[in-house]
Nanobody, 118 residues
Framework: QVQVVESGGGSVQAGGSLRLSCAAS????????MGWYRQSPGKQRELVAR???????NYLDSVKGRFTISRDNAKNTAYLQMNSLKPEDTGVYYC????????????WGKGTLVTVSS
C-alpha cells in the first residue's frame, strides 16, 4: 500500500504564492507519474500539472507560466509552486501518484485546501 499526503495549502490574497508538497510512502519500487488535480465548487476535478519519472511536465492552460511542478525522487515527493494566484485557483488540490509495489497502480491523497481571496 502507498500512502499519499499533501500539505502546504492555506488562504492567500490574489497575487500571492503557495507551495504544495506531496509525499508518497510505503514499500515503493518506483514512481512513474506524480500529478496535481484540483476540484472547485460546481466544477469537475481537473488535472493541474503532472510530471513523469524523467522530468517531463504538462500543465493546465490556465496555470501555465504561473505554476511549476517538480519532484525529488530521493524523497518520493512532488511539489507545486503556485505564483500569481487568482481567486479562480481556489479549490481542493489532490495529489495522484502512479507507483509500483507489485504492479503499477494509482494512489490519491486526501487533498489540501487552497483559498484565494480578492
Amino acid at each position: 500500500q502507498v500512502q499519499v499526503v499533501e500539505s502546504g495549502g492555506g488562504s492567500v490574497q490574489a497575487g500571492g504564492s503557495l507551495r504544495l508538497s506531496c509525499a508518497a510512502s510505503g514499500n515503493i519500487l518506483s514512481i512513474n507519474v506524480m500529478g496535481w488535480y484540483r476540484q472547485s465548487p460546481g466544477k469537475q476535478r481537473e488535472l493541474v500539472a503532472r510530471i513523469t519519472s524523467d522530468g517531463s511536465t504538462n500543465y493546465l492552460d490556465s496555470v501555465k507560466g504561473r505554476f511549476t511542478i517538480s519532484r525529488d525522487n530521493a524523497k518520493n515527493t512532488a511539489y507545486l509552486q503556485m505564483n500569481s494566484l487568482k481567486p479562480e485557483d481556489t479549490g481542493v488540490y489532490y495529489c495522484n501518484v502512479e507507483a509500483v509495489i507489485k504492479y503499477l497502480a494509482s494512489y490519491w491523497g486526501k487533498g489540501t485546501l487552497v483559498t484565494v481571496s480578492s
